[in-house]
């Protein structure tokens, strides 16, 4: 393939020469050339270009952040940088150059990489931070608010499909290794296909202290909650004879427990004063008592939002639904609500069987699959300030990082919430695995939560149950782990944000911006006790 091949596949609808009028775009087909050649790797080699000059590492880094910053006024001002103009014009020039031999073509390369930085450069804080009389913040909060009409933010970009390729505002920069994404500090190219990346903002009124309060709920799991599913009655699942499909049924069918919901609210305002958000774990409630615990959480904190995980009862043999849900308060009457599928089903084999003590209601010979819906793939980033973008994961979507491990990489969010069906969240297990794989690379804060009634109802013989029902990792420390004190039902954790600076493989530096989520505190919420009082 050439360069040229790749481009028009990119970008069709307009001439090439225009393409330098909107930097997201200049931005994702150079990318998009450099990784697909792999040409990336020589901003580490024969560093930094010379532009007809001599020219320190650091002098380059000063000249292509002012060359992004006259490139950010010229789009307003119709008048676009000549150094922009001639680099893009050796890129339209070497078109018909292969991308197999891209890395022995020094110039091209240079053009490159110099567009990507210089746009990198030009959309410091796109989409996140609004700079004040900042003309090209209105016009990207023009194309902003023509995708919020359709619900989501899905690109950056002006002329490239997004069913191709799309950019996303971006929050870190990986620490190790080089890859595209060692590139930038404000773009990342998302590569488009079975997943759907959105990117929504929904702003509230929340400082740089958060205060989170994660309920473990069920409070009880039993072995009888895990049934075998019915066959459908239009026919069988067409499966082999060593797989089947298991039921869960939420909270053992009991009702929700309003009043100590809304005891544990208020505790934790007497405990800490302000809740921000509040965190249930995958398949917390059903949809309808989603919406009875958000009017009791808005009736207490208005300005908190709400992430849990809800499921549907199966109907006529029929597969069920697993989902994660968020919503967030609007500055004015009313919320914003997003939903997000779960990716994987959940498989429970032999060793996990005899963990739980399924064993006498699903066969431990068998590999038992998770009875819900497969949907189309989405991942939504969710931005409630400038510096809080959070992405929500659902149990086996932490461990199956394929299809979107690569797009959460790319964007960075700094806070991940994985909701989980599992055993305590102990250091050695999977899940803090996992975590640790998104604190390295990208730079993310990760909270995994499971009820405290799973935590309880995996045991190894032998051994005393644990009450660690989360884990919090964050890019700087070990794995915290969380338990819940017999005398609690709930924790709230005061998170501080963190400010450090990041460097991308060119050189250049993230001029303190990039976020940081740390746990400064944990504090038990002991209905009880405060009842009494």
């Avoid at 053992?252 to 208020?266: E, K, Q, T, V, Y």
């Avoid at 929500?392 to 299809?403: F, G, I, T």
Wanted: glycine letters at 8%; charged letters at 20%.
């Amino acid at each position: 393939m050439t360069i040229g091949e790749l481009l028009a596949y990119l970008y069709p609808e307009k001439a090439l020469s225009e393409a330098v009028n909107w930097p997201p775009d200049i931005f994702a087909l150079c990318a998009a050339v450099l990784q697909k050649s792999g040409a990336y790797t020589t901003a580490v080699t024969k560093w930094p270009p010379q532009n007809g000059k001599p020219m320190s590492a650091s002098e380059w880094t000063s000249f292509i952040a002012g060359e992004g910053s006259k490139w950010r006024a010229g789009v307003v001002n119709k008048n676009i940088p000549s150094n922009i103009k001639n680099w893009w014009e050796i890129v339209i020039q070497g078109q018909t150059k292969s991308l197999d031999n891209l890395k022995n073509e020094r110039a091209l390369c240079d053009a490159l990489l110099q567009l990507s930085a210089a746009a990198d450069e030009a959309c410091e804080g796109i989409g996140l931070i609004k700079k004040p009389d900042d003309k090209f913040d209105q016009l990207v909060e023009d194309m902003i608010a023509k995708q919020m009409n359709v619900g989501k933010i899905s690109t950056l970009c002006e002329g490239i499909d997004t069913k191709k390729l799309c950019v996303l505002p971006k929050l870190h920069t990986p620490r190790n290794g080089i890859t595209i994404r060692s590139l930038s500090h404000n773009l990342a190219l998302c590569h488009v296909g079975e997943v759907t990346p959105s990117f929504v903002v929904s702003p509230m009124d929340i400082g740089q202290k958060l205060n989170l309060l994660i309920v473990p709920w069920s409070k009880t799991v039993l072995p009888a909650d895990f049934s075998v599913a019915e066959k459908p009655s239009n026919g069988d699942y067409s499966m082999p004879e060593g797989f089947g499909f298991f039921n869960y049924k939420i909270r053992s069918g009991r009702r929700w427990p309003d009043d100590l919901f809304i005891n544990i609210l208020a505790c934790s305002r007497e405990t800490v004063g302000e809740i921000h958000g509040v965190v249930f774990p995958e398949l917390a409630m059903t949809s309808a008592e989603e919406a009875k615990a958000w009017k009791q959480l808005s009736t207490e904190f208005s300005n908190a939002f709400m992430v849990t995980g809800i499921g549907e009862a199966v109907k006529d043999g029929g597969m069920g639904s697993n989902q994660v849900i968020c919503r967030v308060p609007l500055p004015f009457p009313g919320y914003s609500l997003y939903k997000q599928d779960k990716h994987h089903r959940w498989l429970l084999d032999k060793g996990q069987i005899c963990q739980y003590g399924l064993s006498s209601l699903l066969d431990k010979e068998k590999c038992w699959w998770e009875n819900t819906k497969l949907l189309p793939r989405e991942i939504r980033f969710m931005q409630l300030t400038p510096w809080l973008v959070m992405s929500l994961l659902v149990c086996e979507d932490l461990a199956r990082q394929d299809p979107i491990g690569d797009i959460i990489r790319a964007v960075g969010p700094n806070l991940v919430l994985c909701l989980l069906m599992d055993g305590p969240q102990l250091a050695n297990r999977w899940s803090s695995r996992y975590a640790t794989v998104l604190a390295d690379d990208p730079g993310s804060s990760v909270l995994t939560l499971t009820s405290i009634g799973m935590a309880k109802l995996s045991r190894c013989l032998g051994k005393p149950e644990s009450r660690v029902v989360a884990l919090w990792k964050d890019s700087t420390a070990g794995p915290h782990e969380l338990e819940l004190p017999c005398d609690a039902e709930a924790l709230v954790l005061s998170l501080e944000m963190d400010y450090g600076t990041e460097w991308s493989a060119d050189g250049r530096c993230s001029k303190n911006s990039a976020g940081n989520w740390k746990l400064a505190a944990v504090h038990p919420i002991r209905v009880n006790e405060w009842e009494k009082k």
